[in-house]
């Protein structure tokens, strides 16, 4: 059986870990895989966590089956943290997934059973594992313009262009906020143009939401799904709480639909539920019990909010530092665009041998499309990185 078996392609992310980790180096920087540390170099437990962990323990007296809609406080503190404020929280519906990767298949698997011939337009570049996931799900793919190589912006004119031929058929698969891999956002007049031409063209919109409070804010960074939100009939969204709550490992998620009524979306959460009894049958229960303590805790969401603005502002600093050590020590302006991205990642226009370079030369990890996570690195190493990127370049 196994015999027939292909050799396996290493996942392009996934692998630069095991390969930092293998690296003698002590002059090694890992920029790789898409985590926060802190300026010791580590990714620390959030203190709401921990205080969460202690009420969960003391609490909970089963580990009985939760059910396969995973916790519905949870899912309902996800609506809430996403949507409220708008008119679809009275058309909405939500199940817990095995992280955002797991509502991603789910929504995914539920449009091939809701419309067989969909297509799911999606950025180019995006998310290293937005298109196998759907095509998984035996669903056609295709690319909008999205990122400029040549500004290091989204090329707005060029994406609502594409999107313009998207139709009833369709879905566009859109970041809520800070873009994976690039860092360059879309702005609000963006959403709002997309919003319309959801409307007059009839594709549905659909949201993956990793990185809320990363960006600008918690409110900010939702600003723009709202408003789509308030003004479409359907909509999908998968979120996750692996990056502002640092729940990485408890593999946490949502996959969310707005529908035109709650007959609607119930029938889809239905539907949801017979397609994870086929897939994983419920999600781990953990990391949700921890984020439901929090968000139905003021005192705890005051502690977690505090934090997570501390990670935000922490990565403008980053960004600004590195950008500054560029221009000051190495009298360059080429990479100031790093300044005005969002969130953890920032591209930075280099080819795959750029990239190798960086990392054999320099112990530098980033990903071959030219990555690198912002949020990967420590203060003390920056000027190391810059002198390196400045080398290779």
């Not at 008119?87 to 509502?103: E, F, K, L």
């Not at 998310?127 to 793919?141: C, D, F, I, R």
């Not at 990391?287 to 705890?300: D, F, P, R, S």
């Amino acid at each position: 059986m196994f015999s027939n078996l292909p050799t396996p392609v290493l996942d392009p992310i996934l692998s630069l870990s095991v390969a930092y980790r293998n690296d003698d180096r002590t002059n090694k920087v890992d920029l790789g895989i898409g985590v926060y540390k802190n300026s010791e170099g580590e990714t620390p437990v959030m203190k709401a966590i921990q205080m969460a962990q202690d009420v969960v323990i003391s609490n909970q007296k089963t580990k009985s089956y939760v059910g396969l809609a995973g916790c519905e406080e949870f899912n309902q503190s996800m609506i809430d943290l996403l949507l409220t404020g708008t008119s679809a929280t009275d058309r909405v519906a939500a199940i817990q997934t095995p992280g955002a990767s797991g509502a991603l298949r789910m929504l995914g698997d539920l449009m091939k059973v809701a419309q067989p011939d969909t297509t799911v337009w999606i950025s180019n570049p995006s998310y290293v594992n937005h298109k196998p996931v759907m095509e998984a799900a035996g669903l056609k793919v295709k690319f909008y313009h999205y990122f400029s190589p040549e500004t290091k912006q989204v090329d707005t004119a060029k994406m609502l262009e594409d999107l313009s031929k998207a139709g009833p058929s369709d879905v566009v698969l859109l970041h809520g906020c800070c873009h994976n891999p690039t860092g360059a956002d879309i702005d609000f007049e963006a959403w709002q143009a997309i919003t319309a031409l959801s409307q007059k063209n009839g594709f549905t919109p659909f949201v993956d939401i990793a990185y809320q409070g990363f960006g600008d804010g918690l409110e900010e960074d939702a600003k723009g799904l709202r408003h789509m939100a308030d003004n479409v009939e359907e909509m999908l969204i998968t979120t996750s709480c692996s990056k502002n709550f640092g729940l990485y490992r408890e593999r946490t998620g949502a996959a969310i639909v707005i529908g035109k009524s709650q007959q609607d979306v119930g029938n889809a959460k239905g539907k949801l539920l017979t397609l994870a009894r086929s897939t994983y049958t419920m999600p781990p229960d953990h990391g949700a019990a921890l984020v439901k303590t929090i968000l139905q805790n003021q005192e705890l969401t005051t502690v977690w909010k505090q934090e997570l603005s501390e990670m935000q502002q922490r990565l403008l600093n980053l960004r600004q530092t590195l950008c500054n050590e560029l221009r000051n020590t190495h009298n360059t302006s080429q990479f100031d665009f790093i300044e005005s991205h969002k969130g953890m990642f920032t591209v930075l226009g280099f080819t795959q041998d750029q990239m190798t370079q960086l990392r054999e030369e320099y112990g530098i990890y980033g990903v071959g499309d030219g990555r690198i996570n912002i949020a990967g690195l420590t203060e003390k190493d920056i000027p190391y990185v810059a002198e390196a990127i400045i080398k290779v370049s």
